[in-house]
């Protein structure tokens, strides 16, 4: 099967990420998110973003306007039938995963490849809310997504070869390196980076450092480009705390609970970059 149209449902930070990258790469993007200010204020950040890279070299005026006329916005699901693949990217929750999932499955031909870009649930489990477990498979993109260079390709237990094979050279395509990964709880990335997080926000939580004093230890000392909790802020604490409930929950191991401040400060609404204020203020 040849791959010319991708669908992105889930405009936010990933979503928009994901269909600038695949629109720039030349395949044809439908956009998707439940109304239009979500879907208009996503292609501002993608119009914002590539202005950058005209304005750095990396991407050429006329590529930047071929790349923006490849993406058609859409609310709701329709409009995604004549895609080969389409990339769910709503947000980190297993119901809301598995009612786009469905609906997807109802409505796209049969030989097209559904993915998901969560950065935790299982791929199998999510497979398991469709009629083609076969063609369903995680593409877990980095963000922000122009930047970063992984993909974590994600088998689900029924995932075939051909639709692996695929998904990775689709990740090829769009610049970035995709990298095969089994099946668990948080994948490789989230199962180290969420617990080092985790342990940051108890470092603040017990009053061994303030937020500052943490990251800058693991800027200077540890040579991070970013502090943890700064990297928190900019993911999202409600993601992070998602994250980690999935891991707690299905590897059983008391070591990934999250910290109480970081439950305490998602009940308050601080979630960081997004919301204006996390461990710091935006």
Same mark, same amino acid.
């Given at each position: 099967?040849?791959?010319?149209?991708?669908?992105?449902?889930?405009?936010?930070?990933?979503?928009?990420?994901?269909?600038?990258?695949?629109?720039?790469?030349?395949?044809?993007?439908?956009?998707?998110?439940?109304?239009?200010?979500?879907?208009?204020?996503?292609? #501002?950040?993608?119009?914002?973003?590539?202005?950058?890279?005209?304005?750095?070299?990396?991407?050429?005026?006329?590529?930047?306007?071929?790349?923006?006329?490849?993406?058609?916005?859409?609310?709701?699901?329709?409009?995604?039938?004549?895609?080969?693949?389409?990339?769910?990217?709503?947000?980190?929750?297993?119901?809301?995963?598995?009612?786009?999932?469905?609906?997807?499955?109802?409505?796209?031909?049969?030989?097209?490849?559904?993915?998901?870009?969560?950065?935790?649930?299982?791929?199998?489990?999510?497979?398991?809310?469709?009629?083609? !477990?076969?063609?369903?498979?995680?593409?877990?993109?980095?963000?922000?997504? /122009?930047?970063?260079?992984?993909?974590?390709?994600?088998?689900?237990?029924?995932?075939?070869?051909?639709?692996?094979?695929?998904?990775?050279?689709?990740?090829?395509?769009?610049?970035?390196?995709?990298?095969?990964?089994?099946?668990? /709880?948080?994948?490789? #990335?989230?199962?180290?980076?969420? !617990?080092?997080?985790?342990?940051?926000?108890?470092?603040?939580?017990?009053?061994?450092?303030?937020?500052?004093?943490?990251?800058?230890?693991?800027?200077?000392?540890?040579?991070? !480009?970013?502090?943890?909790?700064?990297?928190?802020?900019?993911?999202?604490?409600?993601?992070?705390?998602?994250?980690?409930?999935?891991?707690?929950?299905?590897?059983? *191991?008391?070591?990934?609970?999250?910290? !109480?401040?970081?439950?305490?400060?998602? *009940?308050?609404?601080?979630?960081?970059?997004?919301?204006?204020?996390?461990?710091?203020?935006?």
């Amino acid at each position: 099967m040849n791959i010319e149209k991708i669908g992105v449902v889930g405009a936010g930070q990933m979503g928009n990420g994901i269909a600038h990258v695949a629109a720039l790469a030349g395949f044809n993007v439908v956009l998707a998110d439940v109304s239009r200010e979500l879907v208009d204020r996503a292609i #501002s950040t993608i119009t914002k973003n590539v202005d950058r890279q005209v304005a750095k070299g990396s991407v050429t005026a006329e590529a930047k306007e071929k790349a923006l006329g490849r993406i058609t916005t859409v609310t709701g699901l329709e409009g995604h039938e004549s895609c080969q693949l389409v990339i769910e990217a709503v947000v980190e929750d297993a119901d809301i995963k598995a009612a786009v999932i469905r609906e997807l499955d109802r409505r796209l031909a049969a030989e097209a490849i559904l993915a998901s870009n969560t950065s935790s649930i299982s791929i199998t489990k999510l497979a398991a809310f469709t009629k083609r !477990p076969e063609k369903f498979i995680g593409m877990h993109f980095m963000n922000p997504v /122009p930047m970063m260079q992984l993909v974590e390709v994600i088998r689900g237990l029924a995932t075939s070869d051909e639709t692996f094979a695929l998904v990775g050279g689709v990740a090829k395509t769009m610049g970035k390196t995709p990298v095969e990964v089994n099946d668990y /709880p948080g994948f490789v #990335s989230n199962r180290v980076l969420m !617990p080092m997080i985790n342990e940051a926000i108890y470092a603040v939580y017990e009053g061994v450092a303030t937020p500052q004093a943490v990251d800058t230890v693991m800027k200077l000392g540890m040579n991070h !480009p970013m502090g943890p909790l700064t990297l928190a802020d900019f993911i999202g604490l409600d993601t992070c705390l998602a994250i980690l409930r999935v891991l707690h929950e299905g590897l059983g *191991d008391p070591k990934y609970r999250p910290c !109480p401040l970081l439950v305490k400060m998602v *009940d308050a609404g601080w979630l960081g970059k997004k919301s204006g204020r996390g461990f710091y203020s935006y």
